[in-house]
């Protein structure tokens, strides 16, 4: 059974940090490219960042608005992927989803808040 199970989220101050973590199971993570949306409320779900499977390299990719912010990375030993967010901003409001595509199926987590206040 695959699951993803994000934590980390909270309210933080506008310039604050945190770091999401999102720990997997049922899959052979190194083999997986991993995903962070995000979904503040009124819109739709937006891809924050990706890092490309081991054997690819471990390519990162961000949207822009957070680029220079946001840095994902991952821990193949404990197949975990991260997201550690600086420079927080209230319009980086949203919940936070883990994703990932395996066996032909696409995973989600449950999500974690995240609330940036001015």
């Known amino acids: 059974q695959v699951q993803l199970v994000e934590s980390g989220g909270g309210l933080v101050q506008a310039g604050g940090s945190l770091r999401l973590s999102c720990a997997t199971s049922g899959i052979i993570f190194s083999l997986n490219a991993m995903r962070w949306y995000r979904q503040a409320p009124g819109k739709q779900r937006e891809l924050v960042a990706a890092?490309?499977?081991?054997?690819?390299?471990?390519?990162?990719n961000y949207a822009d608005s957070v680029k220079g912010r946001f840095t994902i990375s991952r821990d193949n030993a404990k197949n975990t992927v991260y997201l550690q967010m600086n420079s927080l901003k209230p319009e980086d409001t949203a919940v936070y989803y883990c994703?990932?595509?395996?066996?032909?199926?696409?995973?989600w987590g449950q999500g974690t808040q995240v609330t940036v206040s001015s």
């Open positions: 994703n990932t595509l395996w066996a032909a199926r696409e995973y």
């Open positions: 890092i490309s499977r081991l054997s690819s390299g471990g390519i990162t």
